[in-house]
């Protein structure tokens, strides 16, 4: 079966860093994706990995390992808005989107 | 980027009366649209996929004459909650893919619609 394993819960210090991880099982693979998703609203685009590597964008990057079904979101420099859930997403073999449950990352001052 | 609005963002209606909720793309013609329904802490669900001119393709476990879905132009998807009762409460969110985008395979997502019944 299709199946995203993420953290359900983070916590990380104001300024410091966090990884958050996924593991990936889906039928064929187009794509990772990491989203952002403040309490009530909808989520919002972090990034896309198709290729094995580390893309770096701004204070966010994220990891992809095709041969492990692994991938991580790395954010530095964490700020207080950070704190919201992060999702990672599989597209499979039809381009559908297999969501993880989502981690909640708490940043404390 | 592309923008996908929705509205009405926050609804509350009776139990047994049906909401209307619309999803538009305002820059870009989205041939495909999804609706998706997310309850507290819990992920995104899809509920279907949304074709413009033609039906729509429902996720297992949804049915299809509660949820109705109409796609009736390349900017507008209208997902119809019939009959609704409070275990329907929900985030109902859409999205949509800019083709001219289409190597990313990102989504762009509409606001959101969070639905209570009574």
């Known amino acids: 079966g299709q199946n995203i394993d993420q953290p359900t819960e983070m916590t990380a210090t104001e300024g410091a860093i966090v990884q958050i991880n996924c593991t990936y099982q889906?039928?064929?693979?187009?794509?990772l994706f990491w989203y952002q998703q403040h309490a009530g609203e909808a989520p919002t685009f972090l990034s896309y990995n198709v290729l094995d590597g580390l893309e770096e964008k701004g204070r966010f990057s994220s990891f992809l390992s095709r041969s492990k079904g692994y991938s991580y979101l790395l954010l530095k420099e964490l700020q207080m808005k950070d704190s919201a859930s992060y999702l990672c997403a599989s597209m499979d073999s039809n381009y559908q989107l297999i969501w993880g449950a989502g981690t909640k990352l708490i940043i404390k001052p | 980027g592309a923008v996908v609005s929705q509205h009405p963002s926050w609804v509350i209606c009776k139990s047994g009366t049906s909401v209307k909720i619309e999803c538009r793309s305002l820059?870009?013609?989205?041939?495909?649209m999804f609706w998706y329904r997310q309850f507290p802490k819990q992920s995104l669900m899809l509920m279907a996929t949304?074709?413009?001119?033609?039906?729509?393709?429902?996720e297992q476990g949804v049915e299809k004459d509660k949820f109705l879905i109409n796609h009736a132009s390349l900017t507008l998807s209208t997902l119809t909650v019939t009959s609704a009762h409070p275990e329907d409460s929900s985030f109902y969110i859409c999205?949509?893919?800019?083709?001219?985008?289409?190597?990313?395979?990102?989504?762009?997502f509409g606001e959101g619609s969070r639905l209570t019944v009574l």
């Open positions: 949304s074709n413009e001119g033609s039906k729509a393709t429902y």
């Open positions: 820059d870009f013609q989205a041939t495909t």
């Open positions: 889906t039928s064929g693979f187009n794509g």
């Open positions: 999205s949509a893919r800019d083709p001219l985008l289409a190597d990313t395979g990102e989504l762009f």
